[in-house]
């Protein structure tokens, strides 16, 4: 069975562009959770999607954005890039029962803004 | 809110036993995972806890109080590969499920 799998592995991208990112779940699983893991601060909640709908939002600007679609799988997009938004972006997915069965997490995008 | 807080660095002896761990300030409490992350890999599931005690899956074990705030995950036999970042995270039920994590906790094996 294929794990979560995220696309791009490592993205390059200048101050003020757009970056988008993509997340293929578990067959089967419904959920998908973007996390953010910058240097020294941790896994970071960024959002949560479930049946194509945002569910939940963690402390980011609106210009972190995603959607979820028809498949289940999801996009992240990241919009006038900064250089703090240099991070590994990890993506998750779970069955829909909020996630209590557990969360398979991919080996994540590492997105260096330059 | 919450504010997850778990050693930043442990050491400990290959064959040894070693103790993470962590206390969490949260509203709306729903279980606790435990994730292991090696350096530039995604992080593996290690352990669910939802009710108060302990819980043992092999080498490792997971202890829970909802009502102190606290876990820990337990680590015996100590192996070379168990050098990594192990991460706390509680569910929360605030707005849907959402898990958070703490910074996590580097763990560094010796001979």
């Known amino acids: 069975e294929a794990g979560v799998t995220q696309s791009p592995t490592h993205l390059i991208k200048t101050r003020g562009q757009q970056a988008t990112l993509r997340c293929s779940p578990i067959?089967?699983?419904?959920?998908v959770y973007w996390y953010q893991q910058a240097l020294g601060l941790g896994l970071q909640f960024l959002l949560w999607y479930d049946e194509g709908e945002e569910r939940n939002r963690g402390n980011f600007p609106p210009r972190f954005s995603g959607r979820q679609f028809p498949n289940y799988s999801s996009e992240l997009n990241v919009n006038a890039l900064e250089l703090e938004d240099s991070a590994l972006y990890l993506c998750?997915?779970?069955?829909?029962?909020?996630?209590?069965?557990?969360?398979?997490f991919g080996s994540g995008t590492r997105l260096t803004v330059v | 809110g919450q504010n997850i807080d778990q050693p930043t660095e442990m050491t400990a002896t290959e064959g040894a036993i070693v103790q993470i761990n962590c206390t969490y300030q949260?509203?709306?409490?729903?279980?606790l995972f435990w994730y292991q992350q090696h350096a530039g890999e995604a992080p593996t599931f290690l352990s669910y806890?939802?009710?108060?005690g302990l819980e043992e899956k092999g080498r490792f074990s997971s202890f829970l109080s909802r009502s102190k705030g606290y876990s820990y995950l337990l680590l015996k036999e100590l192996q070379m590969k168990d050098s990594a970042s192990y991460l706390c995270?509680?569910?929360?039920?605030?707005?849907?499920?959402?898990?958070?994590f703490g910074t996590g906790t580097q763990l560094k094996v010796e001979l």
């Open positions: 949260t509203s709306g409490f729903n279980g």
């Open positions: 067959s089967g699983h419904t959920s």
């Open positions: 806890n939802v009710l108060d």
């Open positions: 995270g509680p569910v929360l039920t605030g707005g849907g499920n959402k898990l958070t």
């Open positions: 998750a997915s779970s069955f829909s029962d909020r996630g209590l069965s557990g969360y398979t």
